[in-house]
């Protein structure tokens, strides 16, 4: 797994958003982007990451960011989550996980002593070049938006 390095290029992506729509890297050209990777939709640690960049929404375009997310789900999984938690932004479907290896975020993980490969809960803060602010692996889900709001005031 290559990690990201802050001040290197985001990888560009086109994947399939929660309404079936192609989003890519370069519609969020001009803008600061909080993009997470997280591992499964309406899971415990996935539902508190997303909800938590919910609720700082408003705070978050203040600073000028918008927030996408990115997971192995089908675009159909990821508009269930959406409506459920009322999400404010969009979720990105990465079932190949194409997007997760280029940005470094898939690999080997365990649980209850068995060894799988699947999305290691990471967050980028990417500035308006698309450029690495800063890289978190392994991040908590809480921490997701205090570490990008804590970069900014940097």
Known sequence: MAELNSGASAPAFSLL???GKTVQLSDFAGKK???YFYPKADTPGCTTQACSIRDAMPDLKKLGIDAVGISPDQPAKLKKFIDKYGLNFPLLSDPEHKTADAYGTWGEKSMYGKTYEGII???FL??????VVRAWYK???KDT???????LSA
Request: hydrophobic fraction near 35%; charged fraction near 30%; proline fraction near 8%.
């Open 139 to 141: 991040v908590s889900p």
């Open 145 to 151: 938006v205090p570490f990008a709001k804590e970069a």
């Open 126 to 131: 990417l500035n308006e070049q698309s450029k």
């Open 121 to 123: 809960r990471s967050s």
């Open 17 to 19: 958003d929660q309404d």
């Open 33 to 35: 982007l909080l993009l």
